[in-house]
C-alpha cells in the first residue's frame, strides 16, 4: 500500500508549468530525503530528482524538486509531449523501516 | 556501462515458489546496497526488499515479509529473491534496482539504475 499521496492525474499544453505535490508523514517524507521517478509507457521507472532537489546528470532543468515539512513537489516548466508519463516520488520511513513510493501521477500533455 | 538484467518470472501456482536473480555489471557489485521494487499490472510500484552491500542486514515490506527472501552473492555478481508460498496478489513485473551511493549503511528510496524487470505471474 502506498504511504505517500500524490494527486491522481496532472495536465499542461506544451510550455506550461505542471507541478505534482507529495504528501507524507514525519517517519518519511519529514525525516528523510525525498526521490521522484519518472516511468514512460511500457518502460522500467528512472530516477529524475534525488536529494530533495538534485537532478542527475542527463535530466533536463525543467524538472525541479523541493520539499517543506511532511510534503514535497515535482515542477515540470516548459511543458513538452515527450513529458507524458507517471511520476512517483518516493521515501524512506524509519517507521516502516522500508521504502515508500507514492500513489503516482499521470501527467498528461494535452 | 551500469547494467542490471532481471530473470526468472513465469508463471506459477499459488502457493509454490520461485527464485529470481538480477545479474550486475559494469560496477563494483560488492560495494552497492541493492533493491527489489515490483509493480502490479496497470498498478503503482510497490517497494519490496533491500539488501546492505555486504549482505548483513535485509528489509521487507510487510506485503512479503516472512515469504520472501532477499540474498546476493558478490561473487558472482548477482541478487536473488526467493519468492515462497506465491500469492496471486504478487503477480506483478518485479525491478532490481541499485542503491547508487557506496558502502551506505544508512538506507534510502534511491534507486539507480533499474532493471528492465521479470514478470512474475501467479495463477492456477
Known amino acids: 500500500q502506498s504511504v505517500l499521496t500524490q494527486p491522481p492525474s496532472a495536465s499542461g499544453t506544451p510550455g506550461q508549468r505542471v507541478t505534482i505535490s507529495c504528501s507524507g508523514s514525519?517517519?518519511?517524507?519529514?525525516?528523510?530525503?525525498v526521490y521522484w521517478y519518472q516511468q514512460l509507457p511500457g518502460t522500467a521507472p528512472k530516477l529524475l530528482i534525488y536529494r530533495n532537489n538534485q537532478r542527475p546528470s542527463g535530466v533536463p532543468d525543467r524538472f525541479s524538486g523541493s520539499k517543506s515539512g511532511t510534503s514535497a513537489s515535482l515542477a515540470i516548466s516548459g511543458l513538452r509531449s515527450e513529458d507524458e508519463a507517471d511520476y512517483y516520488c518516493a521515501a524512506w520511513d524509519d517507521s516502516l523501516s522500508g521504502s515508500v513510493f507514492g500513489t503516482g501521477t499521470k501527467v498528461t500533455v494535452l | 556501462q551500469v547494467q542490471l538484467v532481471e530473470s526468472g518470472g513465469g508463471v506459477v501456482q499459488p502457493g509454490r515458489s520461485l527464485r529470481l536473480s538480477c545479474a550486475a555489471s559494469?560496477?563494483?557489485?560488492?560495494?552497492?546496497?541493492m533493491h527489489w521494487v515490483r509493480q502490479a499490472p496497470g498498478k503503482g510500484l510497490e517497494w519490496v526488499a533491500v539488501?546492505?552491500?555486504?549482505?548483513?542486514?535485509?528489509y521487507y515490506a510487510d506485503s512479503v515479509k516472512g515469504r520472501f527472501t532477499i540474498s546476493r552473492d558478490n561473487s558472482k555478481n548477482t541478487l536473488y529473491l526467493q519468492m515462497n508460498s506465491l500469492r496471486a496478489e504478487d503477480t506483478a513485473v518485479y525491478y532490481c534496482?541499485?542503491?547508487?551511493?557506496?558502502?551506505?549503511?544508512?538506507?534510502?528510496?534511491?534507486?539507480?539504475?533499474w532493471g528492465q524487470g521479470t514478470l512474475v505471474t501467479v495463477s492456477s
Open positions: 539488501i546492505w552491500y555486504d549482505g548483513s542486514n535485509k
Open positions: 514525519s517517519s518519511n517524507i519529514g525525516s528523510n530525503y
Open positions: 534496482a541499485r542503491d547508487p551511493e557506496d558502502i551506505v549503511v544508512v538506507p534510502s528510496a534511491w534507486f539507480d539504475p
Open positions: 559494469g560496477f563494483t557489485f560488492s560495494s552497492y546496497g
